[in-house]
């Protein structure tokens, strides 16, 4: 299992979510609100955005980056991907996951 952050413009995350979780490429996808500071082709720029944790089954991470990148809006998306200490992790769970982003 991992966990994939990504930003995004407000108005894109459900619909963002929906897709990755209706294409079995997420199993579940929270998103919140945030206020982000950054430099962006030498401008200072403060954006509200919302974070969104993307939790995917280990093998489904190519494809759900490949997807990922097709449904931002951002010319760089952020597109991290973090471990799950599965060993600390709740089993069933970890089970969930990888269950429910499998192809159909």
Known sequence: MKIVLTNVPPD???RIARS???ERLAACVNWFPVRSAYRWKGEICID???S???KVADERVDAL???LRELHPYELPEIVVLEVDKARSLDAYVAWVRSESQPG
Do not use: D, G
């Open 12 to 14: 894109h995350s459900e």
């Open 20 to 22: 990755l979780v209706e």
């Open 48 to 50: 509200e955005e919302h």
């Open 52 to 54: 969104m944790l993307i």
């Open 65 to 67: 980056r490949v997807r």
